[in-house]
């Protein structure tokens, strides 16, 4: 199975600051890689797919890069819907697999 | 808009069957272009990726669950079931069925989810 590590796994920021979360793969994945946001008792949302893409409805401020085996997900400016738990997904080969989440708190 | 209802029971005894079922309303399964997924997150923890499947039966499973999962659909009544037999309370957990685009014939991301129900297992 390919393991999918994200850092941190928690941190605390400001309404307005700028975010960054990293996933890296056990191997390489190309451009199979997803973020999800997830909030607590919600079930999980698409934010970006495909490294870069982002879904229909997601505010500019998140952005995703990355190839190979390494990724990250920023939010250029942190707001207060934003604070929730976000994991990366790889769809390069079965099963798939996330990573272990990064939950965004407030500072 | 699509949207996806996961139903069934909540509590499972020790080495019974789970068995779960999700609706799909505002999109037909039978259309194709779109697997379907089921995903399931223990308390507090991260997500597990159970397997998934196609209208024509074609079916991807988790290695880890491959020997007790069955996924199976329903084109009739647009919906998409889980069988998980022999289960422990190692399967406590929030199920949730999404689904996925085909690009090339493969399944790609998640990109509609249902809200998920939970599932206990014990006696």
């Known amino acids: 199975d390919i393991q999918m590590t994200q850092s941190p796994s928690s941190l605390s920021a400001s309404v307005g600051d700028r975010v960054t979360i990293t996933c890296r793969a056990s191997q390489s994945i190309g451009t199979y890689l997803n973020w999800y946001q997830q909030k607590p008792g919600r079930a999980p949302g698409l934010l970006i797919y495909?490294?870069?893409s982002l879904q229909s409805g997601v505010p500019l401020r998140f952005s995703g890069s990355g190839s190979g085996t390494d990724f990250t997900l920023t939010i250029s400016s942190l707001q207060p819907e934003d604070f929730a738990t976000y994991y990366c997904q790889q769809t390069y080969s079965t099963p798939w697999t996330f990573g272990q989440g990064t939950k965004v708190g407030i500072k | 808009q699509v949207q996806l209802q996961e139903s069934g029971p909540g509590l499972v005894k020790p080495s019974q069957t789970l068995s779960l079922t999700c609706t799909v309303s505002?999109?037909?399964?039978?259309?194709?272009?779109?697997?379907w997924n089921w995903i399931r997150q223990h308390p507090g923890k991260g997500l597990e990726w159970i397997g998934n499947?196609?209208?024509?039966?074609?079916?991807y499973y988790n290695p880890s669950l491959k020997s007790r999962v069955t996924i199976s659909v329903d084109t009739s009544k647009n919906q998409l079931s889980l069988k998980l037999n022999s289960v422990t309370a190692a399967d406590t957990a929030v199920y949730y069925c999404?689904?996925?685009?085909?690009?090339?014939?493969?399944?790609?991301?998640?990109?509609?989810w249902g809200q998920g129900t939970l599932v206990t297992v014990s006696s």
């Open positions: 499947i196609y209208y024509s039966g074609s079916t």
């Open positions: 495909a490294v870069a």
């Open positions: 505002g999109g037909s399964i039978s259309g194709g272009g779109y697997y």
């Open positions: 999404a689904r996925s685009p085909a690009y090339g014939g493969n399944p790609t991301w998640l990109d509609y």
